[in-house]
C-alpha cells in the first residue's frame, strides 16, 4: 500500500533533520501518486528538498516523475535568480537614495538559514523600510519600472509593486505578523541585524531573535505550510541567535505563547526526538493549564547547548544554482 501523499510531503520537509522519526518510503513511489507529488512541491516550496533526496538515492521516482521534478526544480531556480538580479538593483537604488531596509522572507532565509540556497526556493521579495521612507522608497521603485498592485491581504502593512517582466515586491513599513497579540517593538528591528553577501553585494535582514520570532508567526499563521516548519526547525536548530536575549525579546512583544506554539509544532509534525533546550521548554509551556499571557515561575531555557550540528549530507560546500 502506498503511503498518503501528506505523510511523504511531511517527510520530505523533514529531511535531513536530526532525530526525525518521519521515514521516505523505502520502495519506489509509482504512479499516480508520484506524480501528485511532484506537483504538490511546488506550491509547498520543496521541489529543493524532494530532489535532493531523490540524487542522495533516500527516495525512488518513476524516471518520468523524476524528470518533471528536475524541470520544477529548474524553474524555481531560474525565478530565484531573476528575484536575486532585482534585489541587487533595488538595494542599488534604495542605497543611493539613502533609504535603509532589511531583506526578509525566502530571500534572507535561503541564504542564512540553508547550507544549500537551492534547498529554499522563493518566489518573490520582500523588504522592511522605515515608515516615513515608505512612500519615498515606492516612488523610486515606481520610476524603475515597479507598479504598485492590490495587496493579497489588507492586513499586511506596506506596498505590493510588480516588476517590468512580472516579479512580486513586497515592501513593508512594519514586521508582518499576521498574529493576532504579538507587538512588535519597530526600534529593535533596526539594529546590526545579519549580514549576508549576494552577487558580491552586501545585504542585510533582522537578526536571528527577530527573524526566529517571525518565523513562529509564520508558522502559526500558515499552519499547512511546510517550508514555513522547515524554516523555523532550521533557525531552531542551526541559527546564531542567543537565548537570552531571544527570551527577553519573545516576553518584550508578548510572544511567549506563538514561541511555545511553533516550536512545539514543528517538533510534533516532523517528529523530532532529538531535544534542545528551547524545544523542552515549548512542550513545558504549551502543556502548562494556566492561561495567563505570561505563566508566572515558569522556567525560561538555561542550557547553552540549544542548537545541533548540521547532518552530514548538509555539511558540504554551498552548490551553486545553476
Known amino acids: 500500500m502506498s503511503p ?3 505523510d511523504v510531503l511531511t517527510a ?7 532525530g526525525s522519526l518521519r521515514e521516505l518510503p523505502q520502495r519506489e513511489i509509482h504512479e499516480p501518486l508520484a506524480g501528485d507529488l511532484v ?31 528536475a524541470e520544477t526544480h529548474t524553474q524555481d531556480m531560474a525565478t530565484c535568480l531573476r528575484l536575486e538580479h532585482a534585489l541587487l538593483s533595488v538595494a542599488e537604488l534604495l542605497d543611493q537614495a539613502g533609504v535603509p531596509f532589511r531583506v526578509l522572507g525566502g530571500t534572507a532565509a535561503a ?6 540556497p537551492a534547498m529554499r526556493p522563493f518566489h518573490r521579495l520582500s523588504l522592511l523600510v522605515q515608515p516615513p521612507q515608505l512612500p519615498d522608497a515606492t516612488e ?56 549576508f553577501r549576494l552577487g558580491g553585494r552586501s545585504l542585510r535582514t533582522l537578526a536571528d ?17 511546510l517550508v514555513a516548519h522547515r524554516d523555523l526547525a532550521e533557525l531552531v ?11 527577553h525579546l519573545s516576553k518584550v512583544w508578548n510572544a511567549h505563547a506563538l514561541l511555545a506554539r511553533a516550536v512545539t509544532s514543528v517538533w510534533r509534525r516532523f517528529a523530532l526526538a532529538d ?8 512542550e513545558g509551556w504549551q502543556s502548562s493549564t494556566q492561561t495567563s499571557p505570561y505563566r508566572r515561575g515558569h522556567r525560561t531555557p538555561s542550557d547553552s547547548s540549544l542548537r545541533l550540528r548540521r547532518p552530514g549530507w548538509l555539511q558540504g560546500p554551498s552548490a551553486k544554482r545553476r
Request: net charge negative; glycine share 10%.
Open 4 to 6: 498518503p501523499p501528506d
Open 12 to 18: 520530505v520537509a523533514a529531511a535531513g533533520l536530526p
Open 39 to 69: 506537483a504538490a512541491v511546488r506550491p509547498h516550496r520543496l521541489a529543493g528538498l524532494l530532489l535532493g533526496t531523490v540524487q542522495r538515492e533516500e527516495l525512488v521516482l518513476p524516471p518520468a516523475a523524476t524528470a518533471a521534478l
Open 111 to 116: 541564504q542564512l538559514q540553508y547550507r544549500d
Open 140 to 195: 523610486l521603485l515606481r520610476g524603475t519600472g515597479w507598479t504598485e498592485r492590490p495587496s493579497d491581504a489588507a492586513a499586511v502593512p506596506g506596498t505590493t509593486l510588480t516588476g517590468p517582466t512580472g516579479l512580486r515586491l513586497d515592501l513593508h513599513d512594519a514586521l508582518p505578523m499576521p498574529v493576532p497579540g504579538v507587538e512588535v517593538d519597530p526600534a529593535g528591528l533596526w539594529g546590526e541585524g545579519r549580514e
Open 209 to 225: 531573535e527577530e527573524r526566529l520570532l517571525h518565523a513562529c508567526g509564520m508558522v502559526v499563521a500558515g499552519s499547512s505550510s
Open 237 to 247: 536548530l542551526f541559527g546564531e541567535w542567543l537565548q537570552p536575549r531571544l527570551m
Open 275 to 282: 531535544v534542545t533546550a528551547l524545544s523542552v521548554w515549548a
